[in-house]
Nanobody, 115 residues
């Protein structure tokens, strides 16, 4: 499965971005998925996850109430709506299965939040 992330950019604190993840292959719809983020020198962090049919979602405490994960299995896509962004949200964001085993990682999309 190939994963392609998009939608990142530079935004001021308090702003919003919507990230998208496009997956190839036929197994997307049967896998729980997640959005991860990574900053230099730190481990990749799972920030949001969604079950295979989208019935349940989970968020790391630092993004609860600000980020919303969703998916469209008919289109093999997943999104992350990020509101009220903070400088500490600055990172490269990736999508992948959640939990492992992981598919090959995509290039990610850079999110930069200025103070």
């Amino acid at each position: 499965v190939q994963l392609v992330e998009s939608g990142g950019g530079l935004v001021q604190a308090g702003g919003s971005l919507r990230l998208s993840c496009a997956a190839s292959g036929s197994t997307f719809s049967i896998n729980a998925m997640g959005w991860y983020r990574q900053t230099p020198g730190k481990q990749r962090e799972l920030v949001a996850s969604i079950t295979s049919r989208g019935a349940r979602t989970n968020y790391v405490d630092s993004v609860k109430g600000r980020f919303t994960i969703s998916r469209d299995n008919a289109k093999n896509t997943m999104s992350l709506q990020m509101n009220s962004l903070k400088p500490e949200d600055t990172a490269v964001y990736f999508c992948n299965t959640g939990p492992p085993p992981f598919w090959s990682w995509g290039q990610g999309t850079q999110v930069t939040v200025s103070a």
